[in-house]
C-alpha cells in the first residue's frame, strides 16, 4: 500500500512539473491603432477640410451657402454661431462659401 500512494504522489507530481513545462498560449494581439487618433474616447475622428466642405456642399455646387453650412455640425450645435462664422469665412460676401475660403477660416481657431 506503502508503494502505491508513494507512487501516485509521484506520478502527480511529474504531471504536475510536466504541466509547467508546456507552452501558455500567446497572448491575442492587440488591435491595430486607428489610422487618425481621436482627441478623447468614443470621438469620431476629424475630416480634412476639403472632406468637411464635400459633405457640407449638400447640392454638389462647388461651394457651401449659408443654408448648406448651417445644416452642418456647427449649425445643429448653434446656429447664430454658425451663421457668424460662415460671414467671417466668406471673404468676398457673395453668399457662396469657396472651398479655399473654407480652408483658410477653417484653420482658424475656434472658441470653446
Given at each position: 500500500?506503502?508503494?502505491?500512494?508513494?507512487?501516485?504522489?509521484?506520478?502527480?507530481?511529474?504531471?504536475?512539473?510536466?504541466?509547467?513545462?508546456?507552452?501558455?498560449?500567446?497572448?491575442?494581439?492587440?488591435?491595430?491603432a486607428?489610422?487618425?487618433?481621436?482627441?478623447?474616447?468614443?470621438?469620431?475622428?476629424?475630416?480634412?477640410?476639403?472632406?468637411?466642405?464635400?459633405?457640407?456642399d449638400?447640392?454638389?455646387?462647388?461651394?457651401?451657402?449659408?443654408?448648406?453650412?448651417?445644416?452642418?455640425?456647427?449649425?445643429?450645435?448653434?446656429?447664430?454661431?454658425?451663421?457668424?462664422?460662415?460671414?467671417?469665412?466668406?471673404?468676398s460676401?457673395d453668399?457662396?462659401?469657396?472651398?479655399?475660403q473654407?480652408?483658410?477660416?477653417?484653420?482658424?481657431?475656434?472658441?470653446?
Amino acid at each position: 500500500m506503502k508503494k502505491l500512494s508513494t507512487l501516485i504522489a509521484a506520478l502527480a507530481l511529474g504531471a504536475t512539473a510536466f504541466a509547467a513545462d508546456e507552452p501558455k498560449p500567446a497572448a491575442p494581439a492587440a488591435p491595430a491603432a486607428p489610422a487618425a487618433p481621436a482627441a478623447e474616447a468614443g470621438a469620431k475622428p476629424h475630416l480634412s477640410p476639403e472632406e468637411a466642405f464635400k459633405k457640407l456642399d449638400t447640392d454638389n455646387s462647388g461651394d457651401i451657402s449659408l443654408a448648406e453650412f448651417k445644416a452642418g455640425p456647427r449649425g445643429l450645435k448653434d446656429p447664430a454661431k454658425a451663421e457668424e462664422a460662415y460671414k467671417k469665412m466668406n471673404t468676398s460676401n457673395d453668399g457662396k462659401l469657396t472651398l479655399e475660403q473654407f480652408k483658410a477660416g477653417h484653420h482658424e481657431k475656434k472658441p470653446k
